[in-house]
Structures are given as C-alpha cells and as structure tokens.
C-alpha cells in the first residue's frame, strides 16, 4: 500500500457548512488527524491526535454515503497527508463541490484546479504568524477564500495591511474575516472595516450560534 492510499482521520460527518461563502449549507465533512500549527485559539484540538488510519476508498465511500452535493477537506491540516490530493480529485469526479480548509502554512500547488480551497491565514493573535507560505498566494484563484481569524485590533491592521501588500482583492472577490469568539466583537470589526471600506466580507461562525460557543470548527 502506498502513502496516498490511506489516511488517518478523526471523523467524518454530516451537518451545514458554519463558514465561507457556502455557510448553511449541507456539507459532508472529512476532518483528518494532525496539524503542524498550534493557534492559540484553535478550536478543534482533539483533531491533533488519535483517530483511525483507513483506506482512501473507505474515506471516499462513507464521505459519498453522506450525499451531500458539497463534501469539505479540514483538520486539523488535511494537506499533511498525501491521500487527500488523490481523494480530493476523486470526489471531484463523483460530481462533488469539494472544499479544503487550510492553515496557509501547507503548499496548495497540487490541490486540484476544481476544488475550493479556503484559507485561513494567521495574523499574529494566532501565535503562528510565522508560518504565513507567501508563495500559496500565486496558487489563489476567484473560486477560492482567504479567511482571517481575528482576535484584536493588532489583528485587525495585520489584516488590512496583508490585503494591500498581496494586493489579495485582484487573486479573489472571497476575502472573509471573523473574530476569535469571546476575544473582539464583531460589531468593533464592522465599524473598523466600514471606517476602512475595505471589500471585506464579515462571517459568524454560524456552528458556534446553533450549537454554542465550545462547538467544533469546520
Ligand atoms: S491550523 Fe487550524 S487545526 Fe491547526 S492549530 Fe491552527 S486552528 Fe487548530
């Protein structure tokens, strides 16, 4: 058996999409074990770890069993493991809208052209600024998002700054920021961006409004 023809995953399961542009949604989520980045507001630790080490056709099948036209990739990191580029053109085949949630830190050159990658880059409250791969941007395109997390103001001018310096309006119209829940309102995020009429889309993360503040990220 070679690397690409398993992987070690954590769970899959049904349920609608919290974020992005596809937000409510009902989406089959595979959410693979291990992440190489430690956020310090990270809200799927358990997804570090553990898990079940399964054939990429097992993966395929139960992500297909739950026949939602949309199936998303996250983690955890799912670019860690070299099946989920195969796995990921192979669901695209079956006829799936596929997403993959990145950290920005992975190399998204050999994801699949069909597939939407949204990618959560890290400004400094994360802790894990460093890991930002600049280069990723070359790889972003109109079908994909670039997702900020924010936890202050710091953030906030990281943000904007990150916008203009990777000129981020010109890759893709899907520019999302959120802010960390519980560390910066969102209403303070919408008067800052109204102030800078940046062409920001503002998000909830819509899981943690159903379901409360300690609900697993997508
Ligand atoms: S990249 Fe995602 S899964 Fe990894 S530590 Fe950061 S928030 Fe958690």
């Known amino acids: 058996m070679s690397r690409e023809d398993s992987l070690v995953i954590h ?32 809200d799927t630790p358990q997804a570090f770890q553990g898990g079940s080490r399964m054939t990429r056709a097992e993966v395929l099948e139960r992500a297909l069993a739950g026949n939602t036209p949309l199936v998303e990739l996250t983690g955890g990191e799912p670019l860690l493991q ?14 799936r809208t596929v997403l993959v949630e990145t950290s920005g830190a992975a190399d998204v050159s050999f994801v699949d052209a069909r ?9 400094p409250g994360s802790g894990e600024e460093g890991r930002n791969r600049w280069s990723n941007m070359l790889s972003i395109t109109p079908r994909d998002e670039i997702k900020f ?9 990281w943000m ?9 309006v010109r890759r893709t119209p899907n520019l999302l920021a ?28 819509m899981h943690k409004y159903i379901w409360g503040k ?3 990220g997508v």
Request: aromatic share 8%; glycine share 6%; net charge negative.
């Open 178 to 205: 959120s802010t960390v829940f519980g560390a910066l309102a969102t209403r303070d995020l919408v008067a800052w961006i109204l102030e800078d009429a940046l062409p920001v889309r503002v998000q909830l993360q």
């Open 82 to 95: 070299p099946g989920v580029f195969p796995l990921m053109r192979e669901l695209c085949d079956a006829g």
């Open 149 to 157: 997390v924010l936890a202050d103001r710091r953030d906030y001018e």
């Open 214 to 216: 300690d609900a697993v």
């Open 115 to 123: 597939v939407h990658k949204i990618m959560d880059l890290k400004p």
């Open 160 to 168: 904007r700054e990150a916008i203009a310096r990777h000129a981020l």
């Open 11 to 42: 769970e899959i399961y049904t349920s609608i999409q919290g974020e992005s542009t596809f937000a409510g949604l009902p989406c089959t989520f595979v959410r693979t074990t291990g992440c190489d980045l430690r956020c310090v507001w990270c």
